[in-house]
């Protein structure tokens, strides 16, 4: 069996769908997720073996089944977490940040025990982060951010479900950037960084517009910080991944 792995920019735009800010239903971005990991056994005529080997959790059986209501338990939380590639949730973990490492900046359960939509953005951003930040950093970049999970749109630059989306289809779309990009440098590390930084730029001023520069520009270093998170995220994916095989492999008969 195997289990439907969403991209960031898949789980912003189901974020954004179940808020009610996406005309696309949940159970389309759903299907189009499966659609495209699934696309040979689709040509083959093989649809309905592939659903039948791939795991939902019982959160997006739901999803299928029925509109949601948008509000999450920690446990539904580290569920949709883990469908994110690159991520390590654990429930264990996001309960330390709600009792103790960022209990003021994510705040109480906004519906009884369960979490809006914009604090569940909260956790997916602080995973992404402490890839490359600690959690010091992690809640001063917050404060400027967003203030707290209770501060208002007004008094926020961005929102946390609006910021996850900026970085996550901005991460998506880099790689066939980068292949276009001159830049100043050959250095691999220096080109990538001035192409980063030239993107988050136009992002920042794309989508917050009536922001005033310097606004803008806190934003544009906030991107650039996520992004360069989820690359690191990667990279730690992938070397666990190798690690494991190695172990798995060594005296393999």
Not at 121 to 129: G, K, P, S
Request: charged residues 20%; hydrophobic residues 40%; proline residues 3%.
């Amino acid at each position: 069996m195997e289990t439907l792995t969403f991209r960031r920019k898949d789980m912003a735009d189901l974020m954004l769908s179940l808020s009610g800010h996406l005309e696309k239903s949940p159970l389309a971005i759903l299907q189009d997720t499966w659609r495209i990991q699934h696309e040979s056994d689709l040509e083959q005529g093989k649809s309905m073996s592939a659903f039948l080997s791939t795991t939902l959790p019982p959160l997006m059986e739901k999803m299928i089944k029925s509109n949601i209501k948008p509000a999450f338990s920690l446990s539904d939380i580290a569920t949709l977490g883990t469908q994110v590639e690159f991520t390590q949730f654990s429930v264990t973990s996001i309960q330390n940040w709600v009792k103790r490492d960022f209990k003021e900046l994510i705040g109480l359960p906004e519906d009884g025990k369960k979490y809006s939509l914009q604090q569940v953005a909260l956790f997916f951003i602080i995973e992404d982060l402490r890839s490359s930040l600690d959690y010091e950093s992690i809640r001063q970049l917050f404060h400027i951010l967003f203030r707290s999970a209770s501060s208002s749109c007004d008094e926020q630059t961005i929102s946390p479900l609006a910021f996850y989306s900026v970085y996550a289809e901005l991460y998506e779309v880099l790689d066939a950037r980068y292949r276009n990009f001159a830049g100043n440098s050959q250095d691999f590390i220096s080109k990538w960084d001035q192409m980063l930084d030239e993107a988050a730029h136009e992002y920042a001023v794309s989508h917050c517009p009536h922001a005033n520069a310097k606004e803008q520009e806190m934003l544009k270093n906030a991107i650039h910080v996520a992004i360069i998170s989820v690359h690191s995220s990667s990279f730690n994916s992938l070397a666990r991944r190798y690690v494991n095989g190695m172990v798995f492999l060594h005296n393999f008969k």
